[in-house]
């Protein structure tokens, strides 16, 4: 059965590829190459499913690793890359399981900040909190007080998300996008520590 791949050409401005799986929002493999990235995807979606699995989600089993890329597109205008499926609402049981995997990803990032040195992903911490920040301007909300310690930031910017998308609701613009990219992210960044 073949599964749609998405891919995000310079994710970061130093060239790395994200492909992300269709089905499953946040469901990303970052690489530095677009043929790196999308044949790893088989072995992310099945690692991905498994994790959801191991913290009570229900997964239905996967078959196929007929993976294939539908679409492409590159950050512009200090935004990360948008793709036609983004535009789509999610139903409301989906929007309340993304809600639930962002957590899950936060629980995963929270886990790896607390076994490792969080210089060791530094960059992508601060860049996951300046997107926070600005999705949640998108949504509408106010931008959440900041402190100075970085982590304390992050964590500010996350739960002003969170916030911010449980008040919108699965129909506000944007919001399928801002799931993806937040999970996947926190995913990168915990994988980064480790």
């Known amino acids: 059965m073949p599964h749609a791949i998405f891919i995000e050409t310079d994710v970061d401005g130093k060239g790395l590829v994200g492909a992300y799986a269709a089905e499953f929002p946040g469901c990303a493999v970052f690489a530095s190459t677009e043929d790196e990235a999308a044949a790893a995807m088989p072995m992310r ?40 499926l983004d535009e789509l609402p999610p139903s409301d049981e989906e929007f309340a399981t993304w809600l639930r995997w962002l957590e899950l990803a936060r629980e995963e990032l929270a886990l790896a900040l607390d076994e490792a040195d969080p210089s060791a992903a530094a960059e992508q ?27 304390d930031r992050l964590y500010a910017a996350r739960d002003a998300l969170t916030d911010a998308l449980e008040a919108a609701g699965p129909y506000h613009d944007g919001v399928r996008r801002m799931l993806r990219l937040a999970i996947a992210d926190d995913l990168r960044a915990a994988e980064a520590l480790r």
């Open 125 to 151: 911490l601060d860049a996951i909190e300046r997107q926070d920040v600005a999705f949640v301007r998108d949504l509408g909300g106010g931008a959440p007080e900041l402190s100075t310690d970085p982590i």
């Open 45 to 84: 979606v099945s690692r991905f499913t498994a994790w959801l699995r191991d913290r009570g989600e229900h997964m239905p089993s996967f078959v196929g690793d007929n993976w294939y890329e539908v679409e492409r597109a590159a950050p512009a205008d200090g935004r990360r890359a948008a793709f036609t």
